[in-house]
């Protein structure tokens, strides 16, 4: 019996959607981003950068991401984001 397996090669992970987002943000290469990579310290990214991707991450999942979530790093983003739009 053959098994499909195309479903999971069509659609992205969670980490794969947020990896892409924040690399679109300034057009750095995939390759680049990292889940232990600081926004700040390691991507160079400013506050509004941030404020961008945390908007795009919640149109993307239909969440509120709250302003007094700590998210420094990228592995922040894709636990929180992974966390919160599986309760969706």
């Known amino acids: 019996m053959y098994v ?22 300034k057009a750095i290469r995939a390759s680049r981003v990292r889940k232990t990579a600081s926004l700040a310290r390691d991507l160079r990214f400013e506050t509004l950068d941030v404020v961008d991707i945390i908007l795009a991450l919640e149109n993307q999942f239909h969440i509120t991401i709250p302003d007094e979530v700590p998210l420094n790093t990228v592995g922040d983003f894709v636990r929180y984001v992974r966390d919160h739009a599986a309760a969706a």
């Open 4 to 25: 499909s397996t195309t479903t999971a090669h069509h659609a992205p992970t969670i980490e794969q959607q947020v990896f892409r987002i924040i690399s679109k943000r």
